[in-house]
């Protein structure tokens, strides 16, 4: 009986072949290996408790409403990674510790749900509202936002609060460091208590304002051009950590 031979592949070809099964195999185990990325939020309110379903409901309108505006950060932290110091003039982005959403978006998401639940009133931005109903708009300027691992997290922010359809305006500014232990669900927990503190302030100035509400300018003295409003009593930045840099 004769047996026919086959003919041999070319080495080329089965050196090619081992080859690009090594790297197929090399890519499937890095892809493996890599790590996954955290997300973190400073939404998350420790005080609601387990996350039962709440049933729809319609509450009373309140006396007043506040209109949180978008919040500025500065450009280095405007990233959905985090970015930690490792000195005072040099940084770390970390690939794998992110945001949920960028950092302003973040801060004024937390900074609405704070006011509004401390105020008991709704964040009217981007909707409509009566006419007759006063709104006091916040506006935050985040100048420095620095995440220090296993030392602190600093907010030094400037913020507003504006009586809408009037001229009067309070002016603060808030530097708040919260000390936090290691890890990065310290450094975030330590920037939502400051975020907290600075939310504090700002409930204090709104309902201040609230109080010292606009009245007709008197006619002679003092009295503004074209009897438009006037502003008295425009209140003080509140004590803790907010020091006035202007008024009405």
């Keep these: 009986m ?10 080329g070809l089965v ?19 890599s790590p996954s990325s955290r997300f973190y939020t400073l939404g998350a309110d420790s005080a ?11 509450s009373a309108a309140p006396p007043w409403l506040i209109e949180v505006a978008p919040v500025d950060v500065p450009p280095q932290v405007t990233r ?11 940084v770390q982005v970390l690939e794998q510790e992110r945001w949920a959403s960028l950092p302003g978006d973040e801060i004024r998401r937390a900074l609405s749900t704070s006011l509004t639940q401390q105020l008991g009133t709704i964040d009217v931005y981007g909707t409509a509202y009566p006419d007759a109903t006063p709104v006091y708009r916040v506006s935050m300027n985040v100048q420095r936002f620095e995440s220090w691992p ?23 500014r808030s530097v708040v460091s919260e000390p936090v232990g290691g890890g990065y669900d310290a450094l975030v927990e330590g920037h939502r208590r400051a975020l907290q503190r600075i939310s504090m302030q700002v409930a204090s100035a709104v309902q201040a304002m609230a109080v010292a509400a606009p009245v007709a300018a008197p006619q002679g003295k003092g009295a503004v051009s074209g009897g438009k409003a006037s502003v008295v009593g425009v209140p003080a930045c509140p004590s803790d950590g907010g020091a006035a840099v202007a008024g009405s």
């Design 80 to 90: 959905n990674q985090l970015v930690v110091q490792t000195g005072p003039t040099q």
């Design 2 to 11: 004769m047996f026919a031979r086959l003919p041999r592949p070319p080495r």
């Design 48 to 58: 609601a408790g387990s996350a039962a379903p709440v049933s729809a409901r319609t």
């Design 150 to 172: 296993g030392s602190h997290a600093l907010i030094d922010a400037v913020w507003s609060v504006r009586a809408v359809r009037s001229a009067s305006i309070m002016t603060c």
């Design 15 to 33: 050196r090619g072949a081992v080859v690009a099964g090594a790297v197929a195999g090399l890519a499937a185990l890095a892809a493996c290996s």
